[in-house]
């Protein structure tokens, strides 16, 4: 009998799931950003919901809930009511480096439902101009001649910049000085300054610096060339193949929402990636909107799970830990 009621538990409550999803949305869906506003991912977040209101027929409103390099925003969305009503969107540090440095208390992978993948920033390699090497090769040749001496700026522990700093030393065999700041603005204003001598640092925070001859870039962290600066080689190109790290951003809904209500909210993010305006205003940041084929849910699943297990080893076995 218990069995028998359980079954028919489950058969209502896939009807009334079903039913939800024919009528879905029906008021206002909330995307979760798990940093304070005014950030690049706030920002990303606002101009996707604007166009998400228009092709969803429903108010898309950004909520910021911060704190803990954004594991808390995260586990807001891990526990919301799996509706679609309530969605998250994180990118590389929330959904994959924070697995590695916090004890979390969901599943990244097990706990959320990827609803879509839609830009990302890969990161340029740089300098100070100080720096005598004029290409990736040469730069690789400097550090292991100078070791002992060289330095490396990173927007904090734990950080994409941390990460690629010690893949770095990894792939080279060279172990240099990391010098962890509160944020990209104040590392750049050292490798402005001179006080520094390298950084893994986000294109769209870079390029602006790159432009104005303040910095030496050497390579960008992607199979391809960044549209907004063709001169600067890829690190296939430049000798370094395979160093691929960038900031994509994608949205993730709590674990059990229907797929019909998945269907519909990826429908949103392809429209909104898709818009002449938010397309501009993307590309404004320096963010590359993803190919049609790589926004669908099943296309951020894969990445997520192959980003995943390419850098946790990584962050692991190099002890990074929070600060």
């Known amino acids: 009998m218990k069995a028998y009621r359980a079954a028919v538990v489950l058969v209502l409550w896939g009807i009334a799931l079903a039913a939800a999803a024919q009528g879905f949305p029906a008021r206002p869906v909330t995307i979760v950003v798990p940093f304070s506003a005014g950030g690049p991912t706030d920002t990303i977040a606002r ?23 954004g594991t808390i925003g995260v586990g807001r969305v891990v526990r919301a009511a799996p509706d679609g009503y309530t969605l998250g969107i994180g990118h590389i540090g929330t959904h994959v480096v924070n697995g590695a440095i916090y004890p979390l208390t969901y599943d990244l992978l097990k706990d959320l439902e990827p609803v879509g993948m839609f830009v990302t920033n890969p990161q340029i390699f740089i300098s100070k101009l100080a720096v005598p090497a004029k290409n990736l090769k040469e730069l690789i040749a400097w550090v292991k001649a100078n070791q002992d001496k060289v330095s490396i700026a990173t927007g904090g522990a734990g950080t994409p910049g941390h990460v690629s700093s010690v893949h770095f030393q990894n792939i080279t065999g060279t172990k240099i000085q990391i010098i962890h700041y509160r944020g990209a603005a104040p590392a750049m204003q050292d490798i402005l300054a001179g006080q520094v001598d390298l950084e893994f640092d986000q294109a769209a925070n870079s390029l602006p610096q790159v432009r104005a001859g ?17 001169d600067i080689p890829t690190v296939d190109e430049a000798g370094l193949p395979g160093f691929y790290m960038a900031v994509w951003h994608g949205i993730w809904a709590p674990k059990g929402t229907p797929p019909a209500v998945i269907a519909k909210l990826n429908g949103a993010i392809v429209e909104a990636a898709a818009d ?9 940041l320096g963010q590359e909107i993803m190919p049609r084929e790589q926004q669908t849910p099943e296309a951020l699943r894969a990445h997520h799970k192959a980003e995943i297990e390419k850098w946790w080893p990584v962050i692991k076995a190099a002890g990074i830990k929070v600060e």
């Open 276 to 284: 002449p305006d938010a397309r501009k205003k993307l590309a404004d």
């Open 47 to 69: 101009i996707m919901a604007a166009r998400m209101t228009s092709a969803l027929g429903q108010t898309v409103v950004v909520d910021n809930t911060t704190g803990a390099g």
């Open 214 to 230: 303040k910095i030496r870039p050497y390579a960008v962290t992607s199979k391809t060339r960044l549209a907004a600066a063709p």
